[in-house]
T-cell receptor, first 114, second 113 residues
Framework: DGGITQSPKYLFRKEGQNVTLSCEQN?????MYWYRQDPGQGLRLIYY???????QKGDIAEGYSVSREKKESFPLTVTSAQKNPTAFYLC?????????????FGDGTRLSIL | GDSVTQMEGPVTLSEEAFLTINCTYT??????LFWYVQYPGEGLQLLLK?????DKGSNKGFEATYRKETTSFHLEKGSVQVSDSAVYFC????????????FGEGTQLTVNP
């Protein structure tokens, strides 16, 4: 079945360490997104990519980095500069930027600090 | 900028009760509106959508009508079930923002048997 796969489901980070969250989709979607979810704050957009080899900052990009070398993959790196990384991270995709199709979501990665 | 405001939660109901979760928005132009549902430990799933004024989205007994005059998209269900317990998110997509979504804070719904 087509869908979005996020891994790992749970991730722990030590102080000063960078960690990378994986997001893979086999829906042949052009656009991909990373959101951060904190209790009571809804979803906030970190980065998004409308096409391969291109991405834009969202509303809370500081302390994060991304790459989009392949259409199906959009990994997110949480760097040591992100001082409060504990959250639930969700990856999403949609057909293309002009489409009115809904975003499809993965099952998320929960990141915690050791 | 764009914003979505949902009624404060959590909401606790008994099975078969009527559900309303309020959602209002601020955006220029004519955004598309969505309701997503998140079950525990999972990602979000699209519940329903409406793309223009007076459209009614419906799915699994849930309904919401796009009201431009009141900038609202309230979610309703006539008879909730225990399996409806989840977090519900209202979201908008402005036509000039590509496919970016702006989400509300989410409303936790618990349905007791």
């Amino acid at each position: 079945d087509g869908g979005i796969t996020q891994s790992p489901k749970y991730l722990f980070r030590k102080e000063g360490q960078n960690v990378t969250l994986s997001c893979e989709q086999n829906l042949n979607h052009d656009a991909m997104y990373w959101y951060r979810q904190d209790p009571g704050q809804g979803l906030r957009l970190i980065y998004y990519s409308q096409i391969v080899n291109d991405f834009q900052k969202g509303d809370i990009a500081e302390g994060y980095s991304v790459s989009r070398e392949k259409k199906e993959s959009f990994p997110l790196t949480v760097t040591s500069a992100q001082k409060n990384p504990t959250a639930f991270y969700l990856c999403a995709s949609t057909l293309d930027r002009a489409s009115n199709q809904p975003q499809h979501f993965g099952d998320g990665t929960r990141l915690s600090i050791l | 900028g764009d914003s979505v405001t949902q009624m404060e939660g959590p909401v606790t109901l008994s099975e078969e009760a009527f559900l309303t979760i309020n959602c209002t928005y601020t955006a220029t132009g004519y955004p598309s509106l969505f309701w997503y549902v998140q079950y525990p430990g999972e990602g979000l799933q699209l519940l329903l959508k409406a793309t223009k004024a007076d459209d009614k989205g419906s799915n699994k007994g849930f309904e919401a009508t796009y009201r431009k005059e009141t900038t609202s998209f309230h979610l309703e269900k006539g008879s909730v079930q225990v399996s409806d317990s989840a977090v519900y998110f209202c979201a908008l997509r402005r036509e000039t923002s590509g496919s970016r979504l702006t989400f509300g804070e989410g409303t936790q719904l618990t349905v007791n048997p």
